[in-house]
Each structure stands twice: as C-alpha cells, then as structure tokens.
C-alpha cells in the first residue's frame, strides 16, 4: 500500500493520492477496531469489505471490479466471527485476479441465509490453483493458515459452526465457500 502511495506521489496525481490515503486510513481504523471484536455483524463485515475492495482497486488501478450480494433473506444483523471473510478476499486478489494478463478481474462475494445455514462465497475469474492442497499449505498464505486457526478457535470456544471449501481450476477461478449453522 505505502509503494502504491508513493507511486501515485512519483507520478504527481494527487487526488488519487488523497483518496487512497483516506481509505488506507479507514481501513487500518475498521482493522484495529474489529480486531478486538470476537463477533460483528454482516452489515458491518459487508461495509468493511466494500471499503478494503475499494482501496484495493485502487492500489491495482482498477485490474478489477467486484461486487457484493446479499440475498433479501439474510438478516444484516446476525452476527458473524469478525475478519473471517477479509483473508480470502484478499486471496482473491492476490493469488486470482492480480495474475490476469488478458482479462479484468471479477470478485464476487455473496451471502446467502436458508434453513438457519449462512453461506459465503468469495467468487474469482482468476488463474486458479492446481489443488485445495496447494492452497491451503501455500507458503504465501498466511491468512488461510490463520483463517483456520481462527475457525478451529471460534469452534472450541464459542460452538459455532463454521466451515469452509475451496474450489479450483486452473484458468477458471476460485471459490471459497464459508458457512456458519445457527441453531
């Protein structure tokens, strides 16, 4: 982020600097003050993903676009694990549009709610991976290995149900399906 920023200095466009400094800025708060939250809400967990998108599409000048849904059935006001969804979004990013030569890159992320099971997929046209395996035991992401610590976590502690999946192809994409059993 700060190379981005020093880019855009380099290169003399100061409103793109401005607003990538707001929304660096914005994002470290959102970050440091969910962090010390166990659960958030979705509304909540959405704001704070539209915001890091957004900052994030500007870092990479626009290689992307994205969009999240919401089914009409998910009640904004349940309450998930904060910053579970946000690793693999950045995933998204990093390890699936961000290698795109030829194509714009798509983030989807949807949530949907039906028969008291949440479902979250964080959807992208990228490169792909060769297998959930090399994935998950990527050295560069950390914020899997984290992830899972955190599902394992909130499991013992709180007896959530969490679970989650990836889906790849190469040249196809990746997705990442997250849910969460409510009694």
Do not use: W
Not at 85 to 103: C, Y
């Amino acid at each position: 982020c700060l190379n981005s920023i020093q880019y855009l200095l380099y290169r003399k466009q100061y409103k793109e600097t401005e607003n990538y400094l707001n929304s660096f800025a914005n994002v470290i708060r959102m970050t440091l003050h969910y962090s010390e939250k166990t659960f958030m809400p979705i509304s909540d967990e959405i704001s704070y993903l539209d915001l890091y998108l957004k900052m994030e599409k500007l870092r990479f000048m626009s290689h992307f676009n994205y969009e999240i849904k919401v089914d009409s059935n998910v009640n904004k006001n349940i309450q998930i694990p904060s910053l579970l969804i946000q690793p693999f979004v950045e995933n998204a990013i990093k390890h699936g549009v961000n290698g795109l030569e030829k194509n714009k890159g798509i983030i989807n992320v949807l949530f949907q709610y039906h028969q008291k099971t949440l479902t979250i997929k964080i959807i992208d046209n990228g490169n792909g991976i060769a297998s959930d395996s090399d994935y998950k035991t990527n050295k560069n992401s950390f914020g899997i290995k984290l992830s899972e610590k955190r599902i394992e976590t909130f499991k013992q502690l709180f007896e959530v149900d969490i679970k989650y999946s990836i889906k790849s192809s190469q040249n196809t994409g990746t997705e990442v399906t997250i849910t969460l059993q409510y009694p």
